[in-house]
């Protein structure tokens, strides 16, 4: 059975401090690893796929990177705004749903 | 704003109402998804149609009844809920192996 287990659970930092946010899976095969953003009382916005351990993916103040068990989603020099929480979810070879992380609520201090 | 359509944005309902969820997209996505989201979980899936049949019913009760009327459009009827059925509804879409794409939710509160 296909399981995500992310941590920490919650985490805050101050503004600027970089932090990276983990990502632990097992699957039989991974069809792709998938990053949203959930901002509270609206739909998880995606971010990244990931397909194959070594891949990165950018964009402004994060990065995803993938291994064989584990996805990071690394945060340089946080604002307040990047606030959110964060959710991980892989979709399996054979399987017919993603299966979601219990996310990662981050909290950026001014 | 997201490419997923969401109505109504919020919905309160009473244990014998009976009221529909609705939810539009126009990417062209041939999947659609129905989740719900209790406060601090993950989303839960509950149905995806696929090309317009009903691909998989996560053992959802039958007081929640999902209709996709064409491509872009799906529903989800509700009858006789409970209180525990309050939650975050969201609807997502998908082409092939592309990420789902989710609305903004209905927030459903039942009295």
């Known amino acids: 059975e296909d399981q995500v287990t992310q941590s920490p659970e919650a985490l805050r930092l101050q503004e600027g401090e970089s932090s990276s946010l983990n990502c632990s899976y097992t699957?039989?095969?991974?069809?792709?690893l998938f990053w949203y953003r959930q901002d509270p009382g609206k739909g998880p916005e995606f971010l990244f796929t990931l397909y194959s351990a070594g891949e990165e993916k950018e964009k402004e103040r994060l990065k995803a990177t993938l291994t064989k068990k584990e996805s990071f989603l690394h945060i340089t020099a946080p604002k307040p705004e990047d606030s959110a929480t964060y959710l991980c979810?892989?979709?399996?070879?054979?399987?017919?749903?993603?299966?979601f992380g219990q996310g990662t609520r981050l909290t950026i201090n001014p | 704003d997201t490419e997923v359509t969401q109505t109504p944005k919020h919905l309160v309902m009473g244990m014998t109402n009976k009221k529909s969820l609705k939810c539009e997209q126009h990417?062209?996505?041939?999947?659609m998804y129905w989740y719900k989201q209790k406060a601090k979980k993950p989303p839960e899936l509950m149905f995806v149609?696929?090309?317009?049949?009903?691909?998989i019913n996560e053992s959802v009760p039958s007081r929640f009844s999902p209709e996709c009327p064409n491509s872009s459009l799906l529903n989800l009827h509700l009858h006789a809920l409970q209180p525990e059925d309050s939650a975050l509804y969201l609807c997502?879409?998908?082409?092939?192996?592309?990420?789902?794409?989710f609305g903004n939710g209905t927030r459903l509160t039942v009295t």
């Open positions: 979810a892989v979709h399996g070879q054979g399987a017919q749903k993603l299966v």
């Open positions: 699957v039989s095969g991974l069809r792709g």
């Open positions: 149609y696929s090309y317009e049949k009903l691909s």
């Open positions: 990417m062209g996505h041939r999947a």
């Open positions: 997502a879409s998908s082409q092939a192996n592309s990420p789902l794409h």
